[in-house]
């Protein structure tokens, strides 16, 4: 019987799906494995059941000498060298489709906590300063009739323009190959048009050798409406230097971050200590129903490579 191991304590659907093909072992352990644990496992087992922090680079790969496939609990890759993994024959699987409504709905949820100042406003009434009502207490925006600029048009991408067309907003979207819109509310346009127009700016593309450090300096240099940047990408696809200064100077009015570069980032970063910056904790795909259809979606890759062998 072929041998599965699973990274992290996952929703229990997995080992469950799993135990019904396989023998399976978990990590005991709410942590990331060590990397020679790592190693271990890829060589006492057939498959891995992996997740984003499991570096599954060429020093863990090339003592693969049992494995056979991966399958990384994740919409993306970034933490698997999938080209060592080709040369070793060990087939890789992702689950690209799982993420796609919780991330777009908290691309709204922390566009909207930072400009309508949700912290501070719990932080003060907490705090006994709540006296009654003020003309000009905690003022912040409306998103209604401004332009929603989003880089990147896949799945994400395109639930977040339904969204923001929702809000009322005017939406325009960069990518690289033509787009067939059917939506004519939805305008396709050059980075530099969406530069200059948009009052919020998503980003929804995958981390590539195009992408890394794409938000730099430069750009936001043409950004005129200074507007709020939203990533909830990966965090490399800013330079978190320029974004810092981008912040301080105001050439953009604010930065609401699920990822950050680097990640995790510490609480003595600049970036934690400017107001018009919002963090959360890469929890994207952090609702019950996402994690679930991930670890059961992750499962059953593996359960169809081995079927199919």
């Given at each position: ?88 024959k060990i087939a890789v699987f992702n689950v690209p489709d799982a993420t796609t409504e919780s991330t777009a709905d908290m691309t ?7 400009i309508r100042r949700v912290g501070e406003a719990e932080s003060y ?185």
């Open positions: 019987m072929n041998k599965i191991f699973i990274t992290r304590q996952l929703m229990p659907i997995a080992k469950e799906l799993l135990s019904a093909h396989f023998e399976v072992e978990e990590n005991p352990l709410d942590q990331p494995l060590s990397r020679e644990k790592l190693k271990r496992v890829v060589r006492e087992f057939d498959g891995i059941l992996s997740t984003i922090p499991d570096r599954l680079d060429r020093e863990v790969l090339e003592q693969a000498t049992r494995l056979k496939v991966i399958s990384n609990c994740a919409a993306g890759l970034d933490n698997v060298d999938t080209a060592v993994a080709k040369g070793r709204f949820a922390i566009l909207l906590s930072l009434v907490k705090r006994g300063l709540w006296k009654g009502w003020e003309p000009a207490l905690l003022l912040g925006e409306e998103l209604f009739g401004k332009y929603f600029g989003i880089i990147g048009f896949g799945k994400i991408g395109k639930a977040v323009a339904q969204r923001a067309l929702g809000f009322g907003m005017k939406v325009l979207v960069f990518a690289r190959s033509k787009l067939d819109l059917a939506d004519p509310r939805i305008e396709q346009v050059s980075l530099d048009e969406l530069y200059q127009k948009s009052h919020f700016l998503s980003l929804h593309v995958p981390l590539t050798t195009e992408t890394q450090g794409m938000i730099d300096k430069a750009a936001f240099q043409k950004m005129a409406q200074k507007p709020v940047i939203i990533n909830m990408s990966r965090g490399a696809v800013i330079r978190t230097d320029d974004l810092v200064e981008a912040l301080k100077e105001g050439a953009v009015r604010g930065a609401a971050l699920d990822v950050t570069d680097p990640e995790p980032i510490l609480p003595t970063h600049p970036l934690c200590h400017l107001k018009n910056c919002l963090i959360v904790p890469h929890i994207g795909s952090a609702t019950a129903e996402c994690r679930t259809l991930l670890a059961r979606k992750a499962a059953e890759n593996l359960i169809r490579f081995f079927h199919d062998q």
